[in-house]
Each structure stands twice: as structure tokens, then as C-alpha cells.
């Protein structure tokens, strides 16, 4: 039988703080790699809070989370390396 239920998972929302906690996690990933590569970027709280701000939705958990921090870290860190790489 395809399909079949076997039991139920509740999954209680995300809070704020939750999200905060996660979004720690997240940038020291992205912080790590940049080391690797031998960049240092520090960030600063007020860009950590409108990240979170911009990624918290109780409905969705930490997945509009993780768009924030591709959308306005990752990506803009990306076009600045590529700039400043071409020059």
C-alpha cells in the first residue's frame, strides 16, 4: 500500500529567537567559507536583524530564512567579488 501513514509529526512554529539562533548558524557557514577564500567580512548586528526581520515567517519555519540570507549576503557578496575581481 503506497502512501500509508504511520504515525503523525507535530511540529511546533518557529519563534523569533529560533530564527535568530538559526541565522547565527547560517552566517558563521558563510563567514567560514569566505575565509577559505581568504576574505574577511564581519557583519554587523543591524544587518543580522533586518535578515532575520525580512526571513521570519512562523508558517514556513526557516526556509524564507535561508532565501534572506542566499538573497541579500550570499548573492551581494558575490556580485562585489566579481566586481572587484574584473578591476
Known amino acids: 500500500f503506497l502512501n500509508r501513514l504511520d504515525e503523525m509529526v507535530v511540529f511546533r512554529s518557529l519563534t523569533?529567537?529560533?530564527v535568530r539562533q538559526i541565522?547565527?548558524?547560517?552566517?558563521?557557514k558563510v563567514?567560514?567559507?569566505?575565509?577559505?577564500k581568504e576574505l574577511?567580512?564581519?557583519?554587523?548586528?543591524r544587518f543580522k536583524d533586518r535578515v532575520v526581520e525580512e526571513g521570519f515567517d512562523p508558517a514556513y519555519g526557516a526556509r524564507p530564512l535561508r532565501r534572506a540570507i542566499t538573497r541579500m549576503?550570499?548573492?551581494?557578496?558575490?556580485?562585489h567579488v566579481l566586481v572587484d575581481g574584473a578591476a
Not at 563567514?31 to 577559505?36: D, G, I, V, Y
Not at 549576503?73 to 556580485?79: G, I, N, V
Open 73 to 79: 549576503l550570499e548573492d551581494t557578496l558575490a556580485e
Open 40 to 45: 574577511d567580512v564581519s557583519l554587523t548586528q
Open 16 to 18: 523569533k529567537d529560533n
Open 31 to 36: 563567514l567560514a567559507r569566505l575565509q577559505e
Open 23 to 28: 541565522a547565527e548558524v547560517e552566517f558563521d
